[in-house]
């Protein structure tokens, strides 16, 4: 049974996968009882016009009404639009967003809050590799965490910080407070690098194809196509991703190599014992990810369907 509803009104800034999928899920789980959209495209809005999966497209400050707005903007501007929005958003309202990095974002917003206004950085670590407003459904968020940040003006016991976690948890998320720091360094661990290890060797295969004869291309196996998969994300956001987060992706990209550089030597030396104990270690990762319910166990990780959980 749905919940009943926790926001008469929301405002979602962007009509992208994220911002669409929102829309969807709200209508389908009831969790706000008006859904007005923006976006700066005007094609996009003639797109959600046409999907009908909100009340409104709205002028870019129709914000006087929203009890919450959500910025589903690259990362890269939100905090521009978070200055634009803030002056036109009513007394008790809530500022949100979706954005993959989370620091430079809570860093950014905080400072310009006025008093009245409450402010959550938000992250629903769910996606695919396509993007524009067709490509939202209302099931992305199912079963797939959201991670709340809470800046010093609304702490994760507040009542408004409460309310966004019933939201999230009506839309199917699992909701989790985190420090927006630690975020931004688990983030870069278990999304950005794998992305940006992803786009190199894709980029690497590509440089390769003049060599092979497109051989590359006709004899993919799944873990090819897999990184290719990750690597047709939105290259605007993920160019804001690496921008935004760059200390903890360096970070955790030094340790990357550090391991990579070990596994070249046991490869070179023919060091089967130490490949083995390595081989054996990640793959129990792979079985616990499947238990915790991040994965499943199918073929081709069960990716075939275009609705399918795929990045974030």
């Known amino acids: ?67 919450l707005v959500i910025l589903a903007v690259p990362p890269g501007v939100i ?3 978070a200055k634009q929005i803030l002056p036109h958003m009513k007394p008790g309202a809530l500022l949100s967003d979706v954005g993959s ?8 917003v905080t400072p310009v809050v006025p008093h009245g206004i409450d402010f959550i950085g938000g992250h629903p670590i769910a996606g695919t590799e396509q993007s524009g407003p067709d490509a939202g459904f209302a099931g992305l968020f199912t079963d797939r965490w959201c991670i709340l940040t809470p800046s010093p003006i609304t702490t994760k016991t507040s009542p408004a910080a409460q309310k966004l976690k019933r939201f999230w948890r009506a839309l199917g998320s699992r909701v989790e407070f985190m420090d927006a720091a630690h975020h931004d ?17 894709v980029g690497t295969a590509t440089d390769m194809e003049t060599v092979t004869k497109s051989e590359v291309v006709k004899y993919s196996a799944a873990g090819f196509r897999d ?4 690597a047709a994300s939105d290259p605007v956001m993920w160019r804001d991703v690496f921008l935004q987060n760059k200390d903890a992706v360096i970070d955790v990209l030094g340790r990357y190599i550090e391991d990579l550089t070990a596994l070249k030597k046991a490869v070179r030396w023919g060091d089967g014992e130490t490949l083995l104990k390595e081989f054996t270690k990640t793959r129990t990762i792979r079985h616990k990810i499947i238990d915790a319910g991040q994965d499943v166990a199918a073929p081709d990780f069960g990716r075939n369907a275009p609705q399918d959980i795929q990045g974030d």
């Open 101 to 108: 990095v989370k620091s430079s974002v809570v860093d950014g």
């Open 1 to 67: 049974m749905p919940e009943p509803v926790i926001y008469n009104e929301i405002l979602i800034i962007g009509g992208g996968l994220i911002g669409s999928s929102i829309a969807r899920a709200v209508h389908e789980n009831g969790a706000a009882g008006r859904v007005v959209m923006i976006d700066h495209d005007k094609h996009v809005c003639d797109r959600l016009r046409a999907l009908d999966i909100c009340e409104r497209v709205d002028k870019m400050y129709g914000a006087s009404n929203a009890d």
């Open 185 to 201: 360094l688990v983030l870069a661990t278990t999304s950005h690098l794998p992305h940006l290890i992803a786009y190199a060797l």
């Open 79 to 81: 905090t521009k639009t």
């Open 227 to 230: 990184f290719t998969r990750i």
